[in-house]
């Protein structure tokens, strides 16, 4: 069975531009959650979605979005790019809300 | 919200040595994961642990959920075990993803 996938690895951004990440969840899984993870902060939920819906949102501004397809794949967009947003940006599959969280291998963003 | 701590923040061992990696959570709680991230940034799954103990080969987990804590034990280490482990918790009550990491705990495993 193929696990998390998280496209791409990594990526490199100037300040101002946007970014969408991409996360394929494991097959048969419906619930995707996002994580960022920096070395101040560490690891940090950004979003939960099931079904097509959010259910969960962490503290994070509006400049963090996201949304899950029908297949349940699931992308995450940040707009207008900060220094402070380079980090770390993993994907989470679970079977069910609540479920065992399995993570992809995560996408390496650095802002210049 | 839950606050999640993990002690100690480091841990040096020579290879072969056993050791305890320990989980503390502020509130109930009724599911708890470990993790293992590898110096690639890879996040591995090790255990899914509401209660009880769990094995998987040299390593086993103990949560004692009426307490508040978890124990990670790990035998025979070997110098791929070395990382960052953490432990996470759901952040709020009922079923949901929504995970509160610890900082971690780093392990450097010697030959």
């Known amino acids: 069975k193929a696990g998390v996938t998280q496209t791409p690895r990594y990526l490199i951004k100037t300040r101002g531009q946007q970014v969408t990440l991409s996360c394929s969840p494991i097959?048969?899984?419906?619930?995707v959650s996002w994580y960022q993870q920096t070395p101040g902060q560490g690891l940090q939920f950004l979003f939960e979605y099931f079904s097509e819906t959010q259910r969960n949102k962490g503290n994070f501004p509006g400049r963090f979005s996201g949304r899950q397809f029908s297949n349940s794949r699931s992308e995450m967009n940040v707009s207008t790019l900060e220094l402070g947003d380079s980090a770390l940006y993993l994907c989470a599959s679970s079977g069910s809300p609540g479920g065992a969280q399995h993570f992809g291998d995560g996408t390496r963003l650095s802002i210049l | 919200g839950i606050q999640v701590e993990q002690s100690p923040p480091d841990l040096i061992l020579q290879e072969g040595a056993n050791s305890t990696l320990r989980c503390n959570f502020s509130?109930?709680?009724?599911?708890l994961q470990w993790f293992h991230q590898n110096p690639w940034g890879q996040l591995i799954n090790l255990f899914y642990?509401?209660?009880g103990t769990k094995q998987n080969g040299r390593l086993s987990a103990t949560t004692v959920a009426t307490e508040r804590y978890s124990l990670l034990y790990i035998s025979s280490s070997q110098t791929t075990d070395s990382g960052v482990y953490f432990c996470a918790v759901p952040s709020t009550t009922g079923a949901n993803s929504k995970l509160t990491f610890g900082k971690g705990i780093t392990l450097s495993v010697r030959p």
């Open positions: 097959s048969g899984h419906r619930s």
């Open positions: 509130d109930s709680v009724n599911n």
């Open positions: 642990i509401p209660s």
